[in-house]
């Protein structure tokens, strides 16, 4: 199984960013620990980060008939990009919607995501673990 996990925009300045919300520790850190996670539960795992939004699409378009699960973390994107909705609907590859801070609880233009009307499963509020549960969940419904 091969998972494509997709970074959005200012995900690259964890550790920098606003460390009170989202933690001291930096993206390198998160991809460690999502390959780690992957290896242990015998998936294989891609990571990219861009804060384009038309690169994040042709990420997405790109995986067609090479992944068989997407977690996505768009970032900001996540509450204005209809492309990247519309990117998901084409390819039609199970995906799990990851954010690292409780977005519900936040400032209420966070609220609203697009991706969650294609994402089967939105996860919001763990930090890194969120992703460590993403990946477990694509593998559950891929596997069956």
Do not use: W
């Not at 008939?65 to 990117?87: E, K, M, Q």
């Amino acid at each position: 199984m091969k998972i494509l996990v997709i970074n959005g925009v200012n995900l690259n300045m964890l550790g920098i960013r606003e460390p009170a919300l989202y933690g001291k520790k930096d993206y390198k850190s998160l991809v460690a620990e999502i390959k780690a996670h992957a290896k242990e539960i015998g998936v294989k795992v891609t990571c990219v980060q861009s804060n384009y939004e038309g690169e994040i699409v042709e990420y997405i378009q790109r995986a067609l008939a090479r992944y068989d699960g997407i977690v996505i973390n768009p970032g900001a994107y996540t509450h204005t990009s209809v492309a990247i909705l519309d990117a998901l609907k084409a390819v039609q590859i199970p995906t799990v919607e990851v954010h690292l801070t409780d977005v519900d609880a936040r400032e209420e233009y966070r609220k609203v995501s697009y991706v969650s009307e294609y994402a089967f499963l939105r996860v919001t509020g763990k930090g890194f673990l969120g992703y460590l549960e993403a990946l477990d969940a694509l593998k559950e419904k891929v596997a069956k």
